[in-house]
């Protein structure tokens, strides 16, 4: 025993560093689950104030460019679609004017803290549950779709934005009813990746790039970015480059979306598997 | 030494607070974040303590973490880097660095704190990204970003170097 302690006197550098590596490896691994993000909110909440302060003077330096930004999204906004709500009528041909039940609810956030240059980019918001935020929203910048709330703490949620290894964002063609998914392969942040694109969809650079609703977290139509490049891999499906249309670097207003009916979906998905499952 | 030490703490309050702040918003060609914080931890006295330099090093490592939001990369890769450091000294010295008062240019010369240095970040920086993406099969990016992220943190060390210690022996 006395040998032991000895030993373990004598190493007590190499002791304390495997120690302080544990300790660093158990925080990384934290980080990525629900009860970690929960834990290092502590943390969070006094470097998330430094953070909006600076971003309050970042923010105050770019308004010309911002004022730009929300301009251009005011007049698509009066432009305004019905894809934000939900036809209550059947038939929709026997009349125009038809009644229209909302299903999915939008309300601003600003970007206190962001990434772009690394392999799993992250961004911080300053709403949090107190807002009414929960995980796996959509989020949308004024240019078109961000990412997906991962974790709320009371007053901040991060964000995975499309630049995340984990992130898979579910899209279709605007003009052709074919359906893919956009994923980032790492690299340059203006570029993305769509797979799963069928062979039949003839995909041409310049195809638009929209959001799907099957997922639940954005309505259908919001725009993801254009096909730069397209190859025809094993003869099925196609691999293609997509340029967002979000700059990341620029990033400073977003808009997390509520999807009204997302319990109601969710319990129906799941009657159904269960019903299905005897 | 006490006077050397203290100015080092400053050093390395302010770094971190240009490091959150500034460098940490700036991004070269969409791959690079200079990362200049470890340099002012390899600039620590030989002689420091080492188990107090080792959680000096884990606690400014969590201090990026923390503003970074990337749970305990930072304090992984810098704790490793302190780990290391009196290696990377026995390279350039046979006294393990023992005869060095500081470590600046004036004090062993250009070549070996280029060596030193170099060796220590491209270290640190292949640590860090190995953790962010936490895999092998984008090996040859990983690389990439290691070489020009440390090059370019490289520079800015050097220039802060040259600018407030001077590059040559002639002060002495």
């Known amino acids: 025993m006395r040998l032991l302690f000895k030993i373990l006197y004598k190493n007590r550098i190499l002791v304390l560093f495997v120690a302080l590596e544990i300790m660093a490896l158990v925080f990384i691994y934290l980080n990525r689950s629900y009860q970690g993000a929960v834990m290092l909110s502590t943390g969070r909440r006094w470097s998330g104030r430094m953070l909006e302060t600076r971003m309050g003077i970042v923010k105050y330096l770019s308004l010309n460019e911002q004022n730009a930004l929300l301009s251009e999204q005011n007049a698509r906004l009066m432009n305004s679609n019905p894809r934000f709500f939900q036809s209550v009528k059947v038939n929709d041909d026997l009349t125009i004017d038809t009644l229209f039940k909302q299903v999915y609810e939008v309300f601003p956030a600003r970007v206190i803290n962001a990434s772009y240059n690394k392999r799993n980019n992250y961004l911080t918001l300053d709403r949090g549950t107190l807002h009414g935020v929960e995980p796996g929203m959509g989020v949308v910048g004024p240019q078109g779709v961000v990412g997906i709330i991962k974790n709320v703490s009371k007053h901040y949620s991060s964000v995975l934005p499309i630049l995340h290894s984990r992130t898979i964002i579910g899209a279709q063609l605007k003009s052709k009813p074919y359906y893919g998914s956009v994923t980032w392969p790492g690299g340059n942040y203006r570029f993305a990746e769509v797979n799963d694109l069928p062979a039949q969809s003839k995909l041409v650079p310049g195809d638009t790039l929209v959001s799907d609703e099957r997922s639940g977290k954005f309505p259908s139509g919001i725009p993801i970015g254009t096909i730069s490049k397209a190859e025809l891999i094993d003869g099925f499906t196609f691999k293609a480059e997509v340029a967002l249309f979000t700059d990341f670097a620029a990033l400073r207003e977003v808009y997390i979306i509520k999807n009204l009916h997302k319990r109601e979906r969710e319990a129906l998905d799941e009657e159904t598997q269960a019903t299905d499952a005897e | ?172």
């Open chain 2, 1 to 172: 030494m006490r006077n050397n030490f203290l100015s080092l703490s400053f050093g390395l309050l302010a770094i971190l607070m240009v490091q959150v702040f500034v460098l940490n918003h700036v991004q070269l060609g969409g791959y690079l974040n200079p990362y200049v914080y470890p340099f002012v931890l390899l600039l620590f006295p030989v002689r420091t303590d080492r188990a107090f330099y080792l959680i000096l090093a884990f606690l400014t490592g969590l201090f990026v973490d923390v503003f970074e939001n990337s749970g305990g990369i930072h304090a992984a890769a810098t704790t490793l880097t302190a780990y290391l450091r009196p290696r990377f000294l026995r390279l350039i010295s046979t006294q393990g660095g023992n005869e060095f008062e500081t470590l600046t240019i004036r004090e062993i010369g250009l070549n070996k704190m280029l060596t030193f240095a170099g060796l220590v970040i491209l270290q640190h920086h292949f640590t860090l990204f190995f953790l962010e993406s936490f895999s092998f099969r984008e090996f040859g990016q990983l690389l990439l970003r290691t070489l020009l992220s440390s090059l370019t943190s490289f520079t800015l060390f050097f220039l802060w170097e040259l600018v407030f210690f001077g590059g040559s022996k002639r002060n002495r």
